[in-house]
């Protein structure tokens, strides 16, 4: 059973928020210990409101409450931005909250993960409807198996691999080990992220799905979509159920439906996205509306690196689309499917004959990656200081979109509103 409410224009306070936690929680059997599982700062959340919030509620009925980061493969936090994270300062650390743990998933270190189950190459290629077949081990960060109850606690957008985030995103990719993580982003790659993105369940999700259930712990999730930075909804259940809900919302709230394709679009990174991996995002969710031969410029001048973790991966591979990958795969197949696939999704769909590719849409990067890099991996180069982003602004009539706050609202072509609906539901 779901606990919730969700606005499509109005909002949600902290009273009701609570009276949803406490409620829901209220009749669920947790034990003696919980782990919350939040977002890194590379997703807009109200991690802070439900840091306090569960700390309310949880901290004199279990035994340990504690906090885990789903970093998937992101960068570590340092213990300041830990804080900053969860919206205290140092010296709580020390009074109110000094039993609260807050990790990293550490997804660098071989010893964090446990194997709890293995999906067969059968059961892979009937969730992937027959894209992929492979025996696929299920390994998360042996934390889980300490605790009674896992608690999902992390908003819900559109999204490039999955449809939309949230659920049981949270522990596959966020604290898996690379297995999951690989097969479910070259799956989505194979789909392309321009027919997933907002499309409802996915076959991704579904293997996502099946991961989850080989954790042998209670699992829970507090689902909340944000618009505005404030909070729209709350849906309080298991991730299936909750994540279901909050998808619903966030397809109404996320997804801004235009009439005719643009020729160019400004996205503006926000400061969140702090290299290309992360700030790629901007592209993704503004792909679908871009006429063919079109171009978007990601205005990030406070980006100076590709990926901190993948970067050498990517400077010898470089964008490309799927095809050009399948061409060639005795040379990139052994290459992590997280990786490939997200090379495929800043290059966008591609045509692909007689082994030359062309992308449909131009891809600028206007940062502080130097030129030579950005052409050598197949972007095109815009120096930042020279972009007014006044001149973007309200040219709408002659083809140009300035989106000020790219990588969370999805554009997309009022022609494919119909497609979309029925995706989602379909599924």
């Keep these: 059973m779901v606990t919730g409410n969700g606005y499509m224009d109005g909002f949600m306070d902290e009273v009701?928020?609570?009276?949803?936690?406490?409620?829901?929680?209220?009749?669920?059997?947790?034990?003696?210990?919980?782990?919350?599982?939040?977002?890194?700062?590379?997703?807009?959340?109200?991690?802070?409101?439900?840091?306090?919030?569960?700390?309310?509620?949880?901290l004199e009925r279990v035994d340990k409450l504690d906090y885990l980061v789903a970093l998937g493969t992101h960068a570590l936090m340092s213990k300041k931005r830990l804080n900053s994270l969860v919206g205290i300062e140092a010296r709580e650390r020390t009074g109110r909250y000094a039993d609260i743990g807050i990790y990293n998933h550490r997804w660098d270190l071989p010893e964090t993960f446990v194997t709890v189950d293995t999906i067969s190459a059968r059961e892979i290629e009937e969730l992937s409807g027959g894209l992929v077949a492979m025996d696929v081990p299920v390994t998360v960060n042996r934390m889980v198996l300490e605790y009674d109850t896992l608690l999902v606690c992390g908003p819900t957008y559109p999204h490039e691999v999955v449809g939309f985030s949230g659920g049981n995103k949270y522990f596959f990719p966020g604290i898996s080990g690379p297995e999951v993580i690989n097969v479910t982003h070259w799956i989505g790659a194979l789909l392309t992220s321009s027919a997933v993105i907002g499309s409802g369940y996915t076959c991704v999700r579904a293997i996502i799905d099946r991961a989850a259930q080989s954790i042998p712990r209670r699992r829970l999730c507090a689902s909340h979509v944000v618009r505005e930075h404030r909070l729209a909804g709350l849906y309080v259940g298991t991730p299936e159920e909750a994540w279901e809900r909050a998808a619903r919302l966030s397809a109404q709230v996320?997804?801004?439906?235009?009439?005719?394709?643009?020729?160019?679009?400004?996205?503006?990174?926000?400061?969140?996205?702090?290299?290309?991996?992360?700030g790629a995002k901007g592209m993704f969710k503004l792909e679908p509306v871009i006429e063919t031969g079109g171009e978007i410029v990601l205005f990030a001048p406070h980006i100076d690196e590709i990926s901190y973790t993948h970067g050498k991966i990517l400077d010898v591979i470089g964008y490309h689309g799927t095809e050009y990958f399948l061409d060639r795969w005795e040379r990139f197949g052994h290459l992590p499917g997280a990786v490939l696939a997200h090379s495929t999704f800043v290059r966008g769909v591609c045509t692909y004959l007689g082994g030359v590719e062309k992308p449909r849409i131009r891809l600028t990067l206007a940062a502080r990656v130097p030129r030579e890099r950005c052409e050598r991996l197949g972007l095109g180069y815009l120096d930042p200081d020279k972009v007014n982003v006044t001149d973007w602004q309200g040219k709408e009539d002659e083809g140009i979109l300035f989106v000020p706050r790219a990588g969370e609202r999805l554009f997309r072509l009022e022609r494919d509103r119909v497609f979309l609906k029925y995706r989602r539901e379909s599924n």
């Design 16 to 58: 009701e928020a609570r009276t949803i936690l406490a409620e829901s929680l209220g009749r669920q059997p947790l034990g003696d210990s919980i782990l919350v599982i939040i977002p890194d700062g590379t997703r807009t959340a109200l991690t802070p409101l439900f840091f306090r919030l569960l700390a309310e509620l949880l």
């Design 254 to 278: 996320h997804i801004h439906w235009v009439e005719r394709p643009f020729r160019r679009a400004l996205g503006v990174v926000p400061a969140i996205y702090d290299d290309l991996w992360t």
